[in-house]
């Protein structure tokens, strides 16, 4: 009997070792970018500014970044006291990637930036260098890594369209 419990404590642990567990279970999704948006100018500052992101403060410091939830905001500038642009802007986020097998991380999502440049001659964004004077609606999209955002812009003045309370207004 003695020899039986000695001969199992030995033969035992080998059987155990013999097994293999397999793991297939995904790991956890990579983190979700962050969206940023900013408003600024090249040659002239706007009159004014307004739009209905709650991300972005009131007299926002022009050149500046701030985080922002992803989503469609209307905005309008002012060139002058009766003149503008006005329309809407949205912005994405680019989602992290699955997990990987035996648990291994998914990739994160890159951070979106857009700068909105609100110049006399009409909006422009640093990569595009796009302009316009145009009373007609233009659309502007890009979704490319760090660029995802579309705007629609048109020309407006205070005989057409009342304007909404600015949250810059320049001195």
Not at 137 to 149: A, T
Request: hydrophobic content about 25%; glycine content about 10%.
């Amino acid at each position: 009997m003695r020899n039986l419990k000695i001969i199992l404590a030995l033969i035992v642990p080998f059987f155990f070792t013999s097994c293999i567990v397999v793991d297939n279970t995904p790991g956890p999704n990579g983190h979700d970018g962050r969206a940023y948006f900013g408003v600024d100018y090249e040659h002239v500052a706007p009159y004014s500014y307004w739009d209905n992101n709650n991300s972005i403060p009131f007299n926002p410091i022009l050149g500046e970044y701030y985080n922002t939830r992803p989503g469609v905001y209307e905005f309008e500038y002012f060139i002058n006291p009766y003149d503008y642009y006005y329309g809407t802007y949205e912005v994405w986020i680019n989602r992290g990637g699955p997990g990987g097998s035996h648990g291994e991380h998914g990739y994160n999502g890159t951070d979106t930036y857009l700068m909105f440049i609100a110049d006399p001659d009409g909006y422009h964004e640093h990569s595009s260098g796009y302009k316009t004077d145009s009373n007609e609606p233009i659309v502007l999209e890009q979704k490319s890594g760090e660029f995802n955002y579309k705007i629609t812009i048109q020309k407006g003045n205070t005989k057409i369209r009342p304007a909404q309370q600015p949250k810059f207004l320049s001195n």
